[in-house]
């Protein structure tokens, strides 16, 4: 049973920081790019970062560039995004994604990030 578990989201001030964590179990991990989205209340799902399976490419979106970084441990089976410079705009759920291809798209629960002072 493919499985993501998203942890580290919470309420953090303007200018802070957050570490958000991706658990992944049920697929073999290394083989696959992850991807961290994000929604906010009224808008549609965005890709917020990516992440090839060896981790030597990333990608992110403009809004986010030099403020998040999205790394992962084939070790470990996990994947974080390190977001710093927090704008209430980043205000969102996080989700973590997995597309295998041929239908196979995972996402995880989801977790909340709220920027406000």
């Known amino acids: 049973q493919v499985q993501l578990v998203e942890s580290g989201g919470g309420l953090v001030q303007p200018g802070g920081s957050l570490r958000l964590s991706c658990a992944a179990s049920g697929f073999t991990f290394s083989r696959y790019a992850m991807s961290w989205y994000r929604q906010a209340p009224g808008k549609e799902r965005e890709l917020v970062a990516a992440i090839i399976n060896t981790g030597g490419s990333t990608n992110y979106a403009d809004s986010v560039k030099g403020r998040f970084t999205i790394a992962r441990d084939n070790a470990k089976n996990t994947v974080h995004l390190q977001m710093n410079s927090l704008k209430p705009e980043d205000t969102a759920v996080y989700y973590c994604?997995?597309?295998?291809?041929?239908?196979?798209?995972?996402w995880g629960q989801g977790t909340q990030v709220t920027v406000s002072s």
């Open positions: 994604n997995v597309d295998r291809g041929w239908g196979r798209n995972t």
